[in-house]
């Protein structure tokens, strides 16, 4: 591995603006070698608590708690799997990515992903036609009114499987991503589809460009409409896709993989980068020539020509300026990274690696026993859909962790509980803001229920 001068931290740290923000952003391996813990400010201790919307949740749910909130947090669980939607038909299980829009009349749209391959409650498009009929995913779009209430909710894409994450785009779309590499008698999956908010794709086609691969998330740099995606595999790559067109992702365009110019000769991002967090690393790309092949090859196509390798790329997020993205078994230890990359600068940061409680000052576990021994000793594992809050703070949903989290990531480096799932063991997915910033919307995949979270998301304590 290269070495890394001080003099050349420093250049880099503060070569601008974006770059320097990354300075105290999780300098939680200075802070362990200080002895200073680097969890507990936030919002406050969760407690468990009803949702506030009790009495018109399925029999089975109600008098139960949901969520651990911190005080003075209150949430609705709306649009539950099973129920019957505006449209007639069935909210559909494995409730996952999701996005929030700007709506008319003071409204606000959600668009969410339903991770399904098959199913006897599929997702389906009224008035439209599914993109496979023997794939049961697809997205669910919800309206909201100005107090977080359900007005109404109905499919949107149908006949595309396993969509997982995905992302916003500043025109108003969702971009749905299909976490599979597959096929049936009649149809290629391993796409990313393109879903308008606040209305429906009655002919779902796929943006081939874009790669046909183990899709997971997308995020989109409003000053270029270029969209980066990420792969969830073990040798997976981060990828950019660039338009010919300003968001016209469909007219076409290229796609690229990321390389980092100080390993030309490729690099496994896995382990090594520990003791380099905050650091910025100069990338540059390499071009898939075959984005859209008829075998699982564009990875290897990208490793080829010296791509970076990442360990299982899940969630993805714009925000402050980078493009954060998460890898949900990266680190010495395999519990998780979080990437920025800088757009403007074209730089790589490492700004988060899951690291042991007792190097954090938790010897005893003292802050919250059941949730650092449920993570096997870590405060914080198996991140995977991220977002970007009102704060510029981050917030990780943990899938596989034991006790299940949202974790937030405030601007000194600390990280802090922001809920925990009562309920079950199943994953938190699809977190995001309402466009004011008065909403976190989150959903519990299984048995698949979307929480409405109001606080003071601003007002935490950083």
């Known amino acids: 591995m290269p070495s890394f001068s001080r003099r050349r931290f420093l250049s880099a740290c503060s070569a601008g603006a974006a770059s320097a923000a990354l300075a105290p952003l999780l300098a939680q391996r200075a802070r362990a070698e200080q002895g200073i813990p680097a969890f507990g400010r936030g919002f406050g201790p969760l407690e468990p608590k009803l949702p506030i919307n009790g009495a018109a949740l399925p029999e089975d749910l109600r008098g139960t708690p949901l969520l651990a909130l911190p005080e003075n947090f209150e949430y609705m669980a709306v649009s539950i799997a099973g129920q019957t939607m505006s449209d007639g038909h069935c909210v559909p299980a494995a409730h996952d990515g999701m996005a929030s829009f700007r709506g008319p009349r003071g409204t606000t749209v959600l668009v969410r992903n339903h991770e399904l391959s ?17 794939r049961a995913g697809g997205t669910t779009t919800l309206v909201l009114g100005a107090d977080g209430d359900l007005m109404s909710d109905y499919g949107s894409i149908a006949g595309t499987e396993r969509n997982c994450a995905g992302g916003p785009t500043p025109w108003g779309t969702w971009l749905t991503c299909e976490e599979t590499f597959s096929a049936t008698a009649g149809k290629r999956h391993g796409y990313v589809f393109e879903v308008p908010a606040g209305g429906v794709v009655a002919e779902p086609r796929p943006l081939t460009g874009m790669g046909r691969f183990n899709h997971e998330a997308a995020a989109v740099d409003p000053a270029t409409s270029s969209v980066y995606l990420t792969e969830d595999r073990g040798d997976s790559l981060f990828y950019r896709y660039v338009p010919e067109v300003y968001s016209d992702l469909a007219r ?6 990321l390389r980092l110019a ?9 382990t090594g980068f520990k003791n380099l967090l905050n650091v910025p690393f100069a990338v540059d790309w390499v071009r898939i020539d075959e984005p859209d092949p008829a075998s699982d090859t564009v990875r290897s196509e990208g490793q080829s020509k010296n791509a970076a390798v990442f360990s299982r790329g899940e969630g993805a997020w714009y925000g402050n300026g980078f493009v954060y993205f998460v890898c949900s078994n990266g680190g010495e230890a395999g519990r998780g990274q979080v990437w920025a990359y800088d757009p403007a600068a074209e730089t790589l940061t490492l700004v988060f690696e899951a690291v042991a409680a007792s190097e954090l000052g938790y010897a005893d576990a003292s802050w919250n026993d059941e949730s650092v021994a449920s993570n096997g000793g870590y405060v914080h594992a198996a991140p995977d859909n991220i977002t970007v809050g009102p704060d510029g703070r981050l917030y990780l949903c943990e899938d596989g962790s034991g006790v299940e989290k949202v974790v937030g990531i405030n601007r000194a480096g600390e990280l802090f509980e922001v809920m925990r799932n009562e309920l079950n063991g199943s994953e938190f997915c699809g977190a995001c803001f309402s466009p004011d910033g008065r909403f976190m919307f989150v959903n519990i995949q299984s048995p698949g229920i979307t929480c409405v979270v109001r606080g003071n998301w601003r007002e ?3």
Not at 126 to 134: I, Q
Not at 262 to 270: A, Q
């Open 118 to 134: 098959t199913s006897s409650n599929p997702v389906i498009v009224s008035g439209g036609a599914p993109y496979d009929t023997l």
């Open 252 to 257: 076409g365009g290229s796609l690229w993989a």
């Open 262 to 270: 100080d390993w030309p000769g490729g690099i496994d991002t896995k």
């Open 460 to 462: 935490g304590r950083r």
